[in-house]
């Protein structure tokens, strides 16, 4: 299976600054990923598809970036509430597979 | 828009059956070709795909529980479900349903989630 691998596992930054999460592919999964943010006790929400797609409702601070094998979570200016788990997921291979997360928490 | 919403048992003792009910609402479960998933969460394995049913009926397992696991649709109850056999410790994880529309394979909805507990 196609194993994704997200670093760092935890990244401090401060509010209002930028944060770059990233995600790596052990196989090609063409521009076929997806990443998710996640809060304690919540599900899983979308925020892009596609690689760089925002998903509906989603803030344009988040962007991604990547293709083949690396790819890019970019959140430009940290808001309160985007301190949370991010996870990678990549739909190119079956079975769809996921990184393991990193979190995001406040410096 | 789609609202799911997991049931089922919170404990399940080793070497029985776990059965989750998933419930659709706000959309019919054959209104749009949907896949209709279930996803675990565990902290020893982290988001793991179970597997997907098409609003066909057509499945698709990952390999790692295709010979314990089944997804079926109930046509009757706009819900579908999952039933994992012969389950140990490390089936012990908050499951999560979750929908997409068929050709767009990253899980826009998704339920909130239920913790099962695996424990004599």
């Known amino acids: 299976e196609t194993v994704m691998t997200q670093s760092p596992v935890t990244l401090s930054v401060s509010p209002g600054e930028r944060a770059t999460l990233s995600c790596r592919a052990s196989q090609s999964v063409s521009g076929n990923l997806a990443w998710y943010q996640q809060k304690a006790g919540q599900a899983p929400r979308l925020l892009i598809y596609?690689?760089?797609t925002r998903a509906t409702g989603i803030p344009a601070r988040f962007s991604g970036s990547g293709s083949g094998t690396e790819f890019t979570l970019t959140i430009s200016s940290l808001q309160s509430e985007d301190f949370a788990v991010y996870y990678c997921q990549q739909y190119n291979n079956w079975p769809y597979t996921f990184g393991q997360g990193t979190k995001l928490e406040i410096k | 828009q789609v609202r799911l919403q997991e049931s089922g048992p919170g404990l399940v003792k080793p070497s029985q059956t776990l059965s989750l009910t998933c419930t659709v609402s706000?959309?019919?479960?054959?209104?749009?070709?949907?896949?209709w998933n279930w996803v675990r969460q565990s902290a020893g394995k982290g988001l793991e795909w179970i597997g997907r049913i098409h609003t066909s009926g057509i499945t698709n397992y990952n390999p790692s529980l295709k010979s314990r696991v089944a997804i079926s649709l109930d046509t009757s109850k706009n819900h579908f479900s999952l039933k994992l056999i012969s389950v140990t410790a490390a089936d012990m994880a908050t499951y999560f349903c979750?929908?997409?529309?068929?050709?767009?394979?990253?899980?826009?909805?998704w339920g909130q989630g239920t913790l099962v507990t695996v424990s004599p």
């Open positions: 596609e690689a760089s």
């Open positions: 706000r959309d019919s479960i054959y209104s749009t070709t949907y896949h």
């Open positions: 979750a929908s997409n529309i068929e050709g767009r394979p990253y899980l826009n909805y």
